[in-house]
Structures are given as C-alpha cells and as structure tokens.
C-alpha cells in the first residue's frame, strides 16, 4: 500500500498473495489520468506472481488505507479465480491487521472459472 500511486483518488491500496511454497507477490494500485486504463493491487501482485514463476495461491491479503475491510473489486475477483481455488483463504484488513477472512468461494461463488474452456 505504501508504493500505490494514487494521486488522483488518494485512496491506496496494497494487495500480497502467499504460495504454498511460501513466496509472497505484493502489489499496489495505480492510477492514470485516463481512470480505466489504471489496475489495482490485486492485478500488481498477480503480474508479479506470473512473472515469478507461479504456484498454488492459498493466501491472499488486501488492504486499504481509508476502508476498513477492503475487498477485491469485480474484475479483480475474477482475476483472482483464475488462479486460485474456491477455498483459498482472502484476508481483508485494516490498519490493525486482519478484520475479516472469508474465502473466494465467498467472494464469487458463481465465478467463471478457466477450466471449463478446456
């Protein structure tokens, strides 16, 4: 959270994923001056988890500076189930730590999942 560049909602946010294997992908949102084109925490950390060589998800973390129990936004949701399993375990914090664990079964039980297209 403390990298986000938000200059023009000042609201940042910080996002970490944990692999099984213990490695952990932090991201931070961005924003542009042409709103849409910006990408959240969530998408930082899922390029960086990429780009690290993958593995299984079990752990992801949100934060958010000036919300409480900051959850991943839609798209964010459906990134996230690309790569996680229903029962993956997502951490909404706050600024004292965690506030509320669910998982994202919970945050999109109807979710489109990639393994159907194979």
Known sequence: MAKAYAPYSKFPVGAALRTED????TGANIEVASYPEGW????TALGHYIMGGGGKIVEIAVIA???AKCSPCGGCR???AEF???DTKLYLCDN???AETVTMGDMLPYGFRGDILK
């Open 84 to 86: 996680c399993r229903p």
């Open 78 to 80: 459906q990134r996230l």
């Open 40 to 43: 959240c925490a969530e998408t």
């Open 96 to 98: 004292t730590g965690v």
């Open 22 to 25: 213990g490695r952990v992908f």
């Open 65 to 67: 500076e000036r919300m």
